[in-house]
Structures are given as structure tokens and as C-alpha cells.
């Protein structure tokens, strides 16, 4: 959106989920366009993605760009590159990032080892990952139950942790799943992992049925020990 526009609205549950006005959007990005059109135009990232698809062993059409280079920025941070399979081909992707990071050094931010960053050659890349095969219900509506709510709990399956932002499946009597509205958890809580903190408990109604999650909008804050996700001794 233009950087001179205000939101029409914020979400209540999540701040920093915004609505614009149609006409204040300047684009739309298509992960597999964007890649396509910087791959044609752009020499040294040809030679990357070309690096990753062997690296990776991928389809072209399994990848996508989206960040700051998929916005034309001349000289990204970073590239932002998505990965589209099912869950066994996401997994796949991911045991290859966390062999990489064990024959080289991981790339670190604030000393914490990303399990979706890694180094190639004189590029830093981060992964995200896209379930072709994604299941989950469509979440219509929320209402907050109760705020700053102490829990501990085990998760039971991590199928959704592949998401830029995690959704876990836990085994609370309370609530059935964790959200974590951050994209540093990207792929970093895995099943059989202990997950200790305070959320929001909030109620989801989704397709008919209603569910009890735990929203964590500030899991820096709200989770306790949340380095240990990163700091790993298999990494």
C-alpha cells in the first residue's frame, strides 16, 4: 500500500493486520510471478535460483520470491524465497535447510539460528513454506475469552508449524491449538516440544464448528524460554 494511506481498520485480535482501501494498494504479490520476472531480468539472482532448484531438488513451478525483492528493491536484505509441496515434500525442503546449517555456520539475527535461514554463496535466504495439500478449516470469526491466560502444553502434531506463521496442535484441556502471530517461528516448534507461557484465549467459529485457541501476538514476550526453539543441539 502507499505509505502515506492510513488503514481503514486493525484488527482487534491482531494488531498489525490491516485493511486499505483498493484504490491506496500499489500491488499484489504472486510469489511464482515475482520469481519469474526477477529470474529473466536479473543475472546474479538467475544464478541463485538456478543453485537452489539443484540444491533443493525442485521444480521450478515449486518456487516463488516474495519480500522486498518481489517489490523491485535493487539491493534486498535478503531474498524471501517460497517452497510450495505437500507436507512429506515441506519436510523434505526443511531436513535439507537443517543439513546445510549443520555443515555451516547458520545464519544468525539477535544470536538466534533461524531453522528457515540459511547462507548461499554471498546470499542470505529465508524460506517460506506453502501446504498445497492444506486442510485446515477456514477461520471465519473470533472472540477474545480471556486475556494474559497462563498454559503449558505439549504439541501433539506440527503439521501447521510450516506456515509463516505456526499453528500447533496441542494437548491442553483448554484450548486445541496455539497460534503464534510471528514469523520467526516459521518451522521452529516441533512435535513433542513443551509450550509454556501467557496468551489470549480466544474462541474460533469456523464452517459450523467452534474451537478454543491460544493466540500468541507477542510470543517474544509471552513465551517463556522461546530461544531454546532456536538454539538447538541438532542444528
Not at 464452517?207 to 514476550?221: A, C, H, I, S, T
Request: hydrophobic share 40%.
Amino acid at each position: 500500500h502507499r505509505m502515506d494511506t492510513e488503514p481503514r481498520f486493525e484488527s482487534v485480535l491482531i494488531p498489525g493486520y490491516t485493511c486499505y482501501e483498493c484504490a491506496d494498494v500499489i500491488d499484489i504479490i504472486e510469489p511464482r510471478m515475482a520469481l519469474r520476472e526477477l529470474y529473466d531480468r536479473n543475472d546474479d539472482f538467475r544464478l541463485l535460483v538456478d543453485k537452489l532448484k539443484v540444491l533443493f531438488d525442485v521444480k521450478p513451478e515449486q518456487m516463488g520470491l516474495t519480500g522486498s525483492a518481489a517489490l523491485n528493491n535493487p539491493a534486498p536484505g535478503d531474498y524471501d524465497i517460497v517452497f510450495y509441496g505437500n507436507k512429506d515434500e515441506l519436510r523434505r525442503i526443511d531436513s535439507v535447510i537443517t543439513a546445510l546449517n549443520k555443515q555451516r555456520c547458520a545464519a544468525k539475527v539477535f544470536g538466534l539460528s533461524l531453522p528457515f535461514r540459511f547462507v548461499i554463496g554471498e546470499h542470505t535466504v529465508d524460506v517460506l513454506s506453502v501446504d498445497n495439500t492444506l486442510a485446515l478449516p477456514h477461520l471465519h470469526e473470533a472472540g477474545l475469552i480471556r486475556k494474559d491466560v497462563p498454559f503449558s502444553c505439549r504439541v501433539t502434531d506440527d503439521s501447521f508449524t510450516f506456515q509463516a506463521e505456526p499453528m500447533l496442535t496441542v494437548d491442553s484441556n483448554e484450548f486445541s491449538r496455539v497460534l503464534i502471530i510471528e514469523t520467526f517461528f516459521h518451522a521452529a516448534i516441533r512435535k513433542g516440544d513443551i509450550v509454556e507461557g501467557k496468551g489470549d484465549l480466544v474462541l474460533w467459529e469456523h464452517d459450523g464448528k467452534e474451537e478454543y485457541v491460544m493466540l500468541l501476538k507477542e510470543p517474544f514476550r509471552q513465551l517463556k524460554d522461546f530461544s531454546r526453539y532456536f538454539n538447538r543441539d541438532d542444528q
